[in-house]
């Protein structure tokens, strides 16, 4: 186990706290930032070897570090509230996002009027709006992803745009499969674009684009370690301790609050704040796991790539109706070519089905037939992430506030992406409902 400064940090250690926390991800990074501003006593407990979470980086024998992801930050996301020492690490980037569609073009992400609409021709443009008609007056109570997005777009034009291709990849299920509750939450966007209003302004709308108000950026090029050094100088100034490495063995509720078992000693505490994975805390807890939550375990490919690459943008999602992979994102872009070479990273969902080396044939096969990288592809590495996103499947949500609510009666407060079993797309979100879930605690 491994004791995050308590070698520069000479304070005597006391092993009662009033809050430990599980994880050492952004919610658990913005959980202790909270309490220790309000002067408690935090530990922070995490089985990883970093800080970070899923931030994860992984480097290539010759040097060129990759991300579990395509990890885009913002300088007005409220992350920077808290760390503020971040935003000299970061490295300003001007991302652009693209998508392959089904008739094997590069286009706008995530619809282009121009060609998935227009490009349609006239028969393709009845067919559009006469199954936009039907499903608008015929349509039957919606049930799940697949009503909803037919709903608003249309059976037609679902499948005709890859959507439905692409929510299969990214949500590793069926549309028909996917709870209703997330498609209202997550793909709201459907039903604005899908407004008649809106598609005349979209259709309408000058190219020049309205510059962004705030700044895109990526992590320092050597990978977080550096990032994420900086939240813990600062946490350790202010007391926070950190446990890495850690292997959590049992929670147990006592008559003052709760005592932690680690292997070498048990420490005890007033509150905990868990950002584990829900049945791992039932597990620490001894309590039963009732809540089946399935997660998406994520294979990220790293390649490097020397010759024609059919495609400008930075970031590039799969909205075919084939291949395995879901986004791809170019590192070079960022961070610079290494002896002409272009280095990017590739995201295949269904981890535990395919092998590593499925998901790279697929891949290779994939790009050639579309066009999309033409000359040497050399796979540089790959990572495998459990726990990657949540599956939506019915009644997943429900279970899992069901289960939240057992361990809060319990007294474990159950927060952040793994321990609400939420999506959380971005660090932003996942700050802002760290936020509010302290913040509601009397
Ligand atoms: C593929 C991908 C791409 C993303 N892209 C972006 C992006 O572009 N921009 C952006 O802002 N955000 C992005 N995100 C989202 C962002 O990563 C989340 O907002 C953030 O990771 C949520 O942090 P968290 O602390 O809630 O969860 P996590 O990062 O999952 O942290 C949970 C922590 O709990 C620990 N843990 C689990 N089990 C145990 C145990 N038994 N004992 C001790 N510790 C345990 C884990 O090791 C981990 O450190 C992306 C996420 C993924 C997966």
Not at 173 to 179: F, R, T
């Amino acid at each position: 186990m491994n004791d995050v400064h308590s070698q520069a940090n000479p304070r005597p250690v006391d092993d009662h706290y009033d809050a430990i926390i599980l994880g050492a991800g952004i919610s658990g990074l913005v959980a202790a930032s909270i309490l220790s501003a309000k002067g408690d006593r935090v530990l922070v407990a995490d089985n990883y070897d970093h800080v970070g979470g899923n931030h994860m980086d992984w480097t290539s024998p010759e040097g060129y570090t990759f991300d579990v992801g395509s990890l885009i930050f913002q300088d007005d996301s409220p992350l920077v509230r808290h760390f503020p020492e971040l935003l000299t690490h970061y490295v300003p980037v001007s991302p652009s996002w693209g998508r392959l569609n089904p008739q094997g073009k590069i286009t706008a992400y995530p619809i282009s009027i121009r060609d998935d609409i227009l490009a349609a021709g006239p028969v393709g443009l009845m067919k559009i709006f006469s199954s936009v008609l039907f499903a608008r007056l015929f349509s039957r109570k919606l049930r799940n992803a697949r009503d909803f997005a037919q709903f608003w777009i249309g059976p037609y034009l679902l499948r005709r745009s890859g959507l439905e291709a692409y929510m299969t990849r990214f949500y590793g299920l069926p549309a028909e499969e996917i709870d209703l509750e997330l498609a209202r939450k997550r793909m709201l966007w459907i039903s604005e674009y899908a407004s008649v209003r809106n598609l005349i302004r979209h259709a309408l709308k000058k190219k020049t684009a309205k510059s962004p108000t705030n700044r895109q950026m990526v992590r320092p090029q050597s990978g977080f370690s550096s990032l994420y050094e900086a939240a813990v100088t600062k946490l350790d100034g202010r007391g926070v301790r950190f446990r890495l490495s850690a292997q959590l063995q049992a929670v147990e509720k006592t008559a003052n609050g709760f005592t932690v078992a680690f292997p070498e000693r048990n420490v005890t505490a007033s509150r905990i704040i868990s950002t584990i994975p829900i049945h791992v805390s039932e597990q620490l807890c001894g309590l039963p796991s009732k809540a089946e939550l399935r997660t998406i375990t994520l294979i990220s490919l790293y390649f490097s790539f020397d010759g024609r690459r059919g495609f400008p943008q930075t970031i590039l999602y799969n909205f075919s109706h084939s291949g395995l992979w879901k986004r791809l994102t170019v590192y070079s872009d960022f961070y610079g070519r290494v002896r002409e070479r272009e280095y990017f990273a590739v995201e295949v969902i269904g981890g535990a089905e395919y092998s590593v080396a499925q998901a790279e044939r697929d891949f290779r096969s994939h790009v050639s037939n579309n066009g999309l990288f033409s000359g040497d592809l050399k796979l540089e590495g790959s990572q495998i992430l459990e726990s990657a996103y949540p599956i939506y499947n019915h009644g997943a949500a429900d279970r899992a506030t069901e289960a939240t609510r057992r361990l809060r009666a319990f007294g474990i407060e159950s927060i952040g992406r793994q321990g609400q079993f939420t999506y959380q797309p971005t660090a932003r979100v996942s700050t802002i409902e760290v936020e509010a879930a302290l913040s509601q605690r009397k």
